[in-house]
């Protein structure tokens, strides 16, 4: 379990290229088994959700090989349609490959998958979706087994727009005979990007980020090369650590239109934000003034996963706010490592009230999820003295060595083990 040692008190100034987004590289990857052909995927971060995705694809019979920031797959040789239970219970992306594999193979076994422990994350709209064309599950002692033998095109209508059951579904209906019609389908820019690799591959996807997908089966894909969208939940990271703790910080290669949520409620605050194509700049000086409330939603609403890290803008603000998490339940359990540090939160159910203080105090802390942790090095940064935060394997999940991003800006991390 890695540890990071903050030194509070800096403004933070420079800029940073931001890499692919995690969660448009995982369902990319879990895609890569769908073609025996290679596949090339350029741009990706180091981070542990990839490298375990890489390595539950090789227990398929996956060759990977990874050069810098390139990933070549090739599935010439797939052995194996049962997704290793060890792995899957570390990485919740996991389940999206049974969409893939289905397709493939026509028959998957993967267990219930684990994750960051932000809520239920029942599987209940992946499995009636995977129903609905004609694959037959049995779930059994925590596995669940899929034959696919009748997988067909069909119309399904998703109960709630979850991202990973649209994933799951969309890949296992590129190569199903007929048409699919998901509707209700999530529509962050994560979807948008895998209906363009499996276009790239030879699908026949279109309609994502509308909420109505059409996909029409092919009988093969191929393989090919390509760059994932930048990772907006990054960029949004330290887009609220340059408002929380002040300085000048600008970003590159983002996409102002995937931080729009974000954007809007920033420019709310005292911070000034500038847009030129793929560049934001921010500057913030002070104390950031609060929003009276935010709450979280599927996209285009404000990301859950941007939630925490404005919760730690929102304590040092001025005044006092309100955050509903609509999303994942347990998100608020940063609360507890917040208060250590000085802030003024209470918690009622979904809904969090947030009274800005001026100072956050360094204490010892514990990161419970990936993004709760990021939110935490940024409280670090911006409280009087030092911070310990405990568990940052969470953190390397998703932000590749966040001490050296943050420390390019000028802020002073240390990794104690
Ligand atoms: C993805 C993202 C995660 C982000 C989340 C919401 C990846 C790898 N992860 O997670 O970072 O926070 O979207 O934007 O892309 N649900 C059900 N039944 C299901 C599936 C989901 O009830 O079968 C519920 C979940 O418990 C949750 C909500 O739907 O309350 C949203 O989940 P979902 O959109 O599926 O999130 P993930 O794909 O797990």
Redesign the pocket.
């Known amino acids: 379990m890695s540890k990071l040692l903050v030194k509070g008190g800096s403004s933070l100034n420079g800029e940073v290229r931001i890499k692919g987004a995690k969660?448009a590289i995982?369902p990319i990857l879990a895609a890569t088994v769908l073609t025996e052909e290679e596949c090339v995927i350029r741009d990706v971060p180091h981070l542990t959700d990839i490298a375990n995705m890489l390595r539950i694809i090789e227990g398929l019979g996956a060759k990977c090989l990874v050069e810098q920031d390139v990933i070549t797959v090739k599935n010439d040789d797939l052995t194996s349609h049962n997704v290793p239970t060890d792995l899957a219970k570390e990485l919740?992306?996991s389940f999206f490959l049974l969409g893939p594999i289905l397709g493939r193979m026509r028959r998957a076994v993967v267990a219930y998958p684990g994750g960051c422990d932000i809520?239920?994350?029942?599987?209940?709209?992946?499995l009636k979706g995977l129903r609905e064309m004609g694959i037959a599950i049995e779930e059994s002692h925590g596995m669940i087994y899929c034959d696919g033998g009748r997988l067909k095109g069909a119309d399904v209508a998703l109960d709630?727009p979850?991202?990973?059951?649209t994933e799951n579904l969309m890949m296992a209906a590129v190569l199903a005979k007929g048409t699919t019609r998901i509707t209700n389908a999530?529509k962050?820019p994560?979807i948008v990007d895998l209906q363009n690799f499996l276009n790239a591959m030879g699908a026949k996807v279109s309609g994502a980020g509308s909420g109505r997908i059409t996909v029409e089966g092919v009988p093969k894909m191929h393989g090919c090369t390509y760059t994932p969208i930048p990772d907006r939940i990054v960029a949004g990271t330290l887009l609220i650590a340059g408002a929380t703790c002040g300085g000048n910080v600008c970003i590159t290669n983002a996409v102002p239109e995937h931080l729009e949520p974000l954007l809007f409620k920033m420019s709310k605050s005292t911070c000034v934000i500038s847009q030129q194509s793929d560049r934001i700049s921010l500057s913030a000086s002070g104390r950031p003034r609060g929003f009276d409330k935010l709450e979280t939603q599927?996209y285009p609403g404000f990301?859950?996963?941007l939630q925490s890290q404005m919760m730690v803008m929102m304590s040092v603000a001025e005044g006092t706010g309100v955050i509903v998490e609509n999303?994942?339940e347990t998100r608020f359990r940063i609360v507890r490592e917040l208060t250590k540090m000085g802030a003024m939160i209470t918690v009622k159910d979904r809904a969090a009230v947030i009274r800005g203080v001026k100072r956050l105090e360094g204490a010892a802390v514990s990161a419970g999820d990936l993004r709760g942790g990021a939110a935490l090095v940024i409280a670090g940064v911006r409280a009087d003295g030092y911070t310990v935060i405990d568990h940052a394997n969470y953190i390397d999940r998703g932000y590749e060595s966040i001490e050296k991003t943050f420390g390019a800006l000028g802020a002073e991390i240390k990794r104690l083990e």
């Open positions: 969660n995982l919740r992306s809520g239920v994350r029942p599987l209940d709209i992946h709630f979850s991202v990973g059951a999530a962050e994560e599927p990301p859950t996963d999303i994942f």
